[in-house]
């Protein structure tokens, strides 16, 4: 498990952009579980549907991917301090179920497929409930910056 204080140390992001808020489960090499929780603070909703909020979905893309990185940097056991960056590359087989409302609790899931020439490619699904919310394939590259 990890707090989002040992998650700043793997993903350069921060706020209004940091989209993991605890990792509950990882296992390097195989997957990841991490949950964001969606209020009705976030910065996005106040241009988004403001009537009817609506948490936009390169956000919920952005949220997998970043949870991929965290997986990804755990594996090989190094982060943006040792002067890598992991970048979201693209999304093959890209699905939106249902929208993402303040209040919900998104699971992040993102599994290894494979890994070649530092190009990865991640299996990764958000959740609500239960519920699908999207899922897709992406492609993550590691870049010395």
């Not at 009705?40 to 988004?48: K, L």
Request: proline share 7%; net charge neutral; glycine share 8%.
């Amino acid at each position: 498990m990890m707090d989002v204080k040992e998650i700043r140390k793997y993903l350069p992001h921060r706020y209004p952009f940091l989209l993991v808020d605890r990792v509950l489960a990882l296992e390097p090499g195989e997957s990841i579980t991490a949950i964001k929780n969606v209020t009705v603070n976030e910065p996005f909703f106040n241009g988004h549907f403001p009537d009817h909020p609506v948490m936009p979905g390169v956000l919920i893309v952005e949220a997998m991917a970043q949870a991929a990185g965290i997986l990804g940097f755990k594996t090989m056991n190094k982060g943006p301090e040792d002067g890598s960056i992991y970048y979201f590359v693209g999304a093959d087989n890209l699905r939106f179920k249902r929208p993402v409302v303040p209040g919900d609790q998104l699971q992040l899931e993102a599994k290894v497929i494979s890994e070649r020439r530092g190009i990865w490619k991640f299996d990764v699904r958000a959740s609500v409930d239960g519920d699908t919310v999207s899922s897709a394939t992406i492609l993550c590259a590691d870049r010395k910056v």
